[in-house]
C-alpha cells in the first residue's frame, strides 16, 4: 500500500511539473497552445520526470522535487492541472481572497504563534469538516461548479488517506497555493483599482 501511494504521490508531482513548466513556456513565448499541443507536451514531460535518468540521478526529477517540496494539496492540484483545460476560466476573486485571509490566519497560528492551533482541527474536527461544507455549498450557490468539485474530491481524498497525511488540511490548503492566492488576490485589487482611477479620470469634468 505505502508503495502505491509513494507511486501516486510521482505521477502527481510528475504532472504538477509538467503544468507548470508548460504554462512557463506559453508566458514566456507570449503563445496559447491548443489543448492537443499541451496534452502531448503534457505526456511528454511527464514521463521525462517520471522515470529516472539513470547516469547522474538515482530518483526521478519528481522525487527531487517532491523531496523539497512536499504533496501538494489537492487544491493546488486541480487547479493547476485545469489551467490547461481549453474551457478553463479565470478562478473567482472571492475564492482568492478567501484563501488568502484563511492563510494569513493559519499559518502564523499553526507555526506557534498563540495558545490556538487550528492545524490540530484537521484531524477529524466535524467544525472545520462543517465549515468546508458550508464553502462548497457556497460555491454551488454561486453557480461556481468548479470549486465545488474540487472540494468534494479534497474531501473524498482525505477521507480515503490517498495522500500521507490524515490531516484534512494537508488536502486543502499548503504554502504554495496559499503565496499564489495572496499574490493573485492584491493584483486583482491593484488593477480593479487602477481602472477605476483611469475611469474615473477619464469621465471627469473639464
Known amino acids: 500500500m505505502d508503495r502505491l501511494m509513494q507511486i501516486v504521490a510521482l505521477i502527481e508531482m510528475s504532472i504538477s511539473f509538467a503544468v507548470i513548466v508548460i504554462c512557463l ?16 507536451l503534457l505526456l ?35 487547479l493547476l492541472w485545469s489551467s490547461l483545460l481549453p474551457s478553463s476560466k ?19 497560528l499553526a507555526l506557534g504563534l498563540g495558545m ?13 469538516l462543517i465549515a468546508v461544507l458550508i464553502i462548497a455549498a457556497i460555491c454551488s450557490l454561486a453557480g461556481w461548479n ?29 504554502p504554495f497555493l496559499a503565496i499564489w492566492a495572496i499574490w493573485s488576490s492584491g493584483y486583482a485589487l491593484h488593477v480593479r483599482r487602477r481602472k477605476r482611477a483611469q475611469s474615473g479620470f477619464l469621465f471627469r469634468a473639464g
Open 25 to 40: 513556456l506559453e508566458k514566456i513565448a507570449q503563445l496559447n497552445m491548443p489543448f492537443s499541443a499541451r496534452l502531448i
Open 44 to 78: 511528454l514531460l511527464g514521463n521525462l520526470f517520471f522515470w529516472p535518468l539513470g547516469l547522474f540521478m538515482e530518483l526521478p526529477i519528481a522525487a527531487y522535487i517532491r523531496g523539497v517540496t512536499g504533496d501538494l494539496s489537492i487544491i493546488s492540484m486541480l
Open 90 to 108: 479565470l478562478n473567482p476573486i472571492a475564492f482568492k481572497l478567501l484563501i488568502a485571509f484563511v492563510a494569513i490566519a493559519f499559518y502564523p
Open 116 to 128: 490556538l492551533d487550528p492545524y490540530g482541527w484537521g484531524y477529524g474536527s466535524m467544525g472545520l
Open 146 to 174: 468548479k470549486g465545488l468539485w474540487m472540494i468534494a474530491i479534497a474531501i473524498v481524498a482525505w477521507t480515503f488517506h490517498w495522500h500521507e497525511s490524515t490531516n484534512l488540511w494537508d488536502y486543502l490548503l499548503d
